[in-house]
């Protein structure tokens, strides 16, 4: 996740803005914060790796997915051209 930010960052030229905090803090912050409030119960997500298969929607929708880095460089492009004015 870390490797992803910081692309991202990158991509978009800005410095990082982040502060990682374990699931107590978060508890505690989630009381005062709704968006930490709701990141509780997506917390499993960053325990155990899960996979996704898209082979069947792939197939269905004759569709090819976009990787991370082409999908992010493609947006940063786009947010920087809108907010050229």
């Known amino acids: 996740m870390l490797r992803l930010i910081k692309f991202v960052v990158s991509e978009m030229s800005v410095k990082p803005k982040m502060m990682i905090i374990g699931k107590t803090m978060n508890r505690i912050l989630g009381i005062f914060t709704s968006v930490l409030r709701e ?47």
């Open 39 to 85: 990141t509780q119960e997506m917390l499993y997500q960053y325990e155990i790796d899960y996979h996704f298969d898209s082979i069947k929607f792939e197939r269905k929708f004759d569709w090819k997915p976009t990787i991370y880095t082409e999908g992010v460089t493609a947006t940063a492009r786009f947010y920087k051209i809108q907010n050229k004015s």
